[in-house]
């Protein structure tokens, strides 16, 4: 260790129809990656001449420059020569080379008492709200360091999340919203029916439901199955040390946790709010139809009533509150205790925040529609 | 020889009023293998979070090569390895993966170097055969020789094994303990070990120290065969005359 080995370097001559590679330096985890391709080539290259692997001039070698040399032996094909190991080469290589062939012998405490729980309900909630924020915060900045942590990512991961965010949330985002339309037409036909004024149930249910609550229902539909899950997650993660293990390694849970699935409810939640309002929509023309008004009647109704903005902002609004649920559920995660308790907390703590969280920023969207006259 | 690799100054931790131990202070030379000693709860795994800078101690200092490791954390990352008590294999990926992760972090090896590179280092440890199976999928002894394999993934100069050998059967455990030594012995390593295992102890372990519940810190260091010859503390005598007991 200490002063830095001398880089390795590769070398490859011919004579007599015996190719000798040679290598030099020192053969570590970090300068074997350069040397790994062209010295498996020059041997592949040699495939049916004898080969030589000069070591002569290696100065230090670790496992990984071992498992070049294997390579090497294994790209040629045929026996190869080894000259000038140093002993410690030569006895490390054999070691790894008896251990590879030898197959698999098969043989089978309380967190620091948290200061927030003795704070009064109003400050506690006041400190978790800032401390939410502080965390959105931190998962932007993770964000902005992406560019240069590329080999961070994992687009399976993403793949993965989106699917249980998104396809597997379509059933249930179906099935409440044909629920919802039916329920929401059938209680506002029958006051509405008084005044003659039940064609305007179109207008009413299907503003409700796109602007409203599609978006909510989705949001919540998201903490119920993907927000607790997220916890649950990485609180295992933290229980089993994987995140300690993660950071030993230099790896940030942000950029390889917590944005993975802020990305994931991001793209899920279009998808679930959209087959939310087209399942709700079915289940008014529904009841419409029970009341008499032929199905062509209520789509033009809802055609005429709805204007685009109405659904992307609803869209919009399911977007936001995505991001909102899954931060708030990774956040559960990374905060979890210790203790056998402390996985189901962290999952309880994510759906509760999660839905609190989303009809709080669905309070400060109405303020702000309403300010901006929307 | 005998550069010091880690140098430990006054360490104490608190948890609110609770004292886990204070004033812990010892050195690591190179080339060496260090035990850390003591009954269940003693502050083993605890001291060893502080000594890879994931715990900030309540008081003191760690020193790794030269280097705080709380201010330099990025510089001493790269020259150790780790294996934690639980094992801490990545849950998502299969034991191969889970030795190729710190590769593809911190090497340039092109991906088939580093499937090469991996399975060599699980063959190591005895795992060839299993390396395409999930964390979950393996015994909790083969899932703790992956997280060794892990932590050599790198060949670092300094390896921490937080109970490498707790719950494995007797020959497998000392399968181990000869693996440890052979990681010594080719690549010069230096080991810091977290162990209870009377065998273990003596088979490996050039130095040690003791750590106390009772007493909260340090009750005895060094040599653990003439610490059990020579020691007169009852309790130091107690921990290493166990098994005659
Ligand atoms: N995060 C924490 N919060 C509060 N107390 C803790 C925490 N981590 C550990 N402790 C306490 O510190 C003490 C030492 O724990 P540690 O895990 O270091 O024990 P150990 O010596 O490794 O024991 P074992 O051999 O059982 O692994 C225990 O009393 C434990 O309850
Ligand atoms: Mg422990």
Partial sequence: MGADPAPARLGVTEADGTVTITLRGGLDATSTGALWRPTVRAAAAAGGRPLVLDLAALSHCDTTGAALLLATEAAHGGPVAVHGAPTSVAAL????????????????????????????????LLAGAAEGLAFLGEALFALFGLPARRRMIRLGDLARFTDQAGVQGLPLALLLGGLLGLILAFQSAIPMRRFGADIFVADLVSIALLRELGPLVAAVILAGRTGSAEAAEIGTMKVNEELDALATMGLDPMTLLVLPRIAAAMIAMPVLVLALDLAGLAGMTVVMAAFGFPPALVLARVVAAVRPGDLLGGVFHGICFGALVAAIGCRAGLATGVGPRAVGLAATRAVVGGIVGTIVLDGLFAVFNYRLGL | MSETVIRARGLAQRFGAREVFHDVGFEVRAGEIFAILGGSGAGKSVLMRQLIGLRPPSAGSVEIMGRDVMQERAAVRRAIGVMFQSGALFGSMTLLENVMLPLEVFTGLPPEARVAVARVKLALVGLAEAADRMPAEVSGGMARRAAIARALALDP?????????????????????????????DLGATVVVVTHELPSIFTIADRCILLDHAARGVIASGDPRRLREESTDPTVRAFFRREAA
């Fill in chain 1, 93 to 124: 290589l054999a070691r790894v080379r008896s251990a590879a062939m030898a197959g698999a012998p098969e043989t089978g405490p309380a967190t620091v008492a948290e200061p927030l729980a003795r704070r009064p309900m109003p400050a506690r």
């Fill in chain 2, 157 to 185: 100069p300094l390896l921490f094994l937080d109970e490498p050998s707790a719950g494995l059967d007797p020959i497998t455990s000392a399968g181990l303990d000869q693996l440890i030594l052979e990681l010594r012995k």
